[in-house]
T-cell receptor, first 112, second 110 residues
Framework: NAGVTQTPKFQVLKTGQSMTLQCAQDMNHNSMYWYRQDPGMGLRLIYY???????DKGEVPNGYNVSRLNKREFSLRLESAAPSQTSVYFC???????????FGDGTRLSIL | DAKTTQPPSMDCAEGRAANLPCNHSTISGNEYVYWYRQIHSQGPQYIIHGLKNNETNEMASLIITEDRKSSTLILPHATLRDTAVYYCIVRSNTGNQFYFGTGTSLTVIP
């Protein structure tokens, strides 16, 4: 089982460029999440999708958009990248109820 | 939404039990406590979760106080590979958001 797969693993962008981070899960989970983690800090929720066809804002949604393409895939888009968005981005998924989240390995994004 | 408080760092001797505390005094009756760990900058790894009763799995034990205001994660025989940042998380009232704090950085010492 691949679990949660994120692409790309690394990316360098210039300020103002756009980028889409991809996430796919093969566990048939209903909910999917996007987090960012800055150095020395915990994860902060950007957006989540409780089920296919729905998306909601988390703690830090500004500057990002998301698309729940189907049950498997949840993408995160930066329309006009800013240096403050330099971070490690994690995608997660989980089943309903009390089930825990399962995380991908992250995308390390640097914006110059 | 219930938040958690953890000590920023702890040390533990290899082979000894590591006891990691978490305070969640504002937890509501139907909220679960989850524990994750993160090694270096890898994705967080799920360890265990519970509601009221103590829980045990192949990785760890979770002890939740009777008033549910605090919990302790126990790694029974810590190894060097258990060196990581451990996060205690309480699921939000809506049931969809998980709030990560800064966690406890556990260092297992040879």
């Amino acid at each position: 089982n691949a679990g949660v797969t994120q692409t790309p693993k690394f990316q360098v962008l210039k300020t103002g460029q756009s980028m889409t981070l991809q996430c796919a899960q093969d566990m048939n989970h209903n909910s999917m999440y996007w987090y960012r983690q800055d150095p020395g800090m915990g994860l902060r929720l950007i957006y989540y999708s409780a089920s296919e066809g729905t998306t909601d804002k988390g703690e830090v949604p500004n500057g990002y958009n998301v698309s729940r393409l189907n049950k498997r895939e949840f993408s995160l888009r930066l329309e006009s990248a800013a240096p403050s968005q330099t971070s490690v981005y994690f995608c997660a998924s989980r089943e309903q109820g009390s089930q825990p989240q399962h995380f991908g390995d992250g995308t390390r994004l640097s914006i110059l | 939404d219930a938040k958690t408080t953890q000590p920023p760092s702890m040390d533990c001797a290899e082979g000894r039990a590591a006891n990691l505390p978490c305070n969640h005094s504002t937890i509501s009756g139907n909220e679960y406590v989850y524990w994750y760990r993160q090694i270096h900058s890898q994705g967080p790894q799920y360890i265990i979760h519970g509601l009221k009763n103590n829980e045990t799995n192949e990785m760890a034990s979770l002890i939740i106080t009777e008033d549910r205001k605090s919990s302790t994660l126990i790694l029974p025989h810590a190894t060097l590979r258990d060196t990581a940042v451990y996060y205690c998380i309480v699921r939000s009232n809506t049931g969809n958001q998980f709030y990560f704090g800064t966690g406890t950085s556990l260092t297992v010492i040879p």
